[in-house]
């Protein structure tokens, strides 16, 4: 097969920040240890709308455009000839962040990286995946399994929650006895979601607590995975913590800065709150320092931060993937609230529809 030159594309202009375009990029040379990609859908989240309004989002050097799009599921058209471990016709996604040279990401944990120059594929420096073609290292590459054709797109938003919740149990190997029971989700987007289904994928009793009253899509998802789901404008954070009694883990995943702090006071004793939205500077906040500091103090507790994801966190997300579509067919599918094709009015993904929960680019239209 002869190889596609250039590439149509979805991009912004950090630069002049508020809109998308289509765009036409060349497609990278294909190296020994590249690989070529088809792109079968992209997925559309809070980053990439915070990059379009321009929140963040750096392109590549060189160019005016950086091309979007971190959550990819695609096919292998070619590979380089020292990659031998796949086939034109795989399934495959792709890791976002790549290293610098700073000790954690020599160490292989650029996720963890502490000099801050990674670069992050549709984010920082590198073009993103909404784009027909693409050419990525097989390091960064990860095979997905034919049967998560339809649901493999959800694999790099999961690794989100699968880095949270592994820290939560690397912390807690700090206790000689911990069995999470409680958990309290703050935020019911995609990653509130995902996270619901794999806390109660461990059996754990997990409680979602959206603003949206009830009934709403995201709602009947969490409620149908053995879920509650609970409005914060029909109950009160304070109203939860007494009823549910000690909160094991909470996952702040709202995007509202605010929450960090009320997922302090919700927090029981040992516990650990992952904080999981990244936030715009400047929302001033008075808090009951003393209550807050007192609690954490005295209960033992954890507060920590978690960003991107690793390779480990691929590979459970891949097997956690299979896992929720065995425990609650179909239930994913439900996730994918609008479809666009490459051709429709790709500008509109720049608004968040207060009721959607995914909305995906589909490629394959386009053929
Ligand atoms: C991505 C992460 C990335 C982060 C910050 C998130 O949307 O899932 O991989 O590290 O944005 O750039």
Known sequence: MSLPATTRAIAVYPDHPGAVHRTEIPVPQVGPTGVLVQTIRVGVCGTDREIIHGALGTSPPGSRELVIGHEVLGRVVAVGDQVHDLLAGDLVSATVRRPDGCPACVAGQPDMCIAGDYEERGIVRQHGFMTEYWVEDRAWIVPVPKHLESTGVLIEPLTVVEKAVRQVDLIQERMAWWQPSTVVVLGAGPIGILGTLLLRARGIDVTTVARTPQPNPAASIVEQAGATYVSSREVSLDALRNQRGNIDIVLECSGAST???????????????????????????????????TGIVAGNKTVVGSVNAGHEDFAQAVDDLGRFESLWPGLLNRMFTERLAFDDDVTSIARKDARGIKTLIEFDQTR
């Open 259 to 293: 929450l960090a702090f009320e997922g302090m006071h919700l927090l029981g004793a040992n516990g650990v709150l992952v904080l999981l939205s990244l936030t715009d500077a400047g929302r001033m906040l008075e808090v009951d320092a003393g209550r807050i500091n």
